[in-house]
């Protein structure tokens, strides 16, 4: 049974950080690319980082860039993102996603991340 579970997520002031963490299970996770996506309600989901199998490649939306970043632990079967300099803006739900070509992809339950003083 496929599992990806995040947790992290929570209220913070303005300009400060937090990691989130998506704990995998079920499949083999060195094989997928990692992904972190948010959502606000009403919007479409926005993709936020990438990170390759391998972990040796990542990439970030421009909005987060500079302040996010996204890491893999392979023997833990777990992906983070460190998120600093929190803004307003970055309130949302992050999902964790796990993708292998050509169309093999799970999603997690997503967790509430909320910047405001």
């Known amino acids: 049974q496929v599992q990806l579970v995040e947790s992290g997520g929570d209220l913070v002031q303005p300009g400060g950080s937090l990691r989130l963490s998506c704990a995998a299970s079920g499949f083999v996770f060195s094989s997928y690319a990692m992904k972190w996506y948010r959502q606000a309600p009403g919007k479409e989901r926005e993709l936020v980082a990438t990170?390759?199998?391998?972990?040796?490649?990542?990439n970030y939306a421009d909005v987060v860039k500079g302040r996010f970043t996204i890491s893999r632990d392979n023997a833990q079967s777990t992906v983070y993102l460190q998120m600093n300099s929190l803004k307003p803006e970055d309130t949302d739900v992050y999902y964790c996603n796990a993708y292998r070509p050509p169309n093999y992809r799970y999603w997690g339950q997503g967790t509430q991340v909320t910047v405001s003083s």
């Open positions: 990170i390759t199998s391998s972990g040796g490649g990542t």
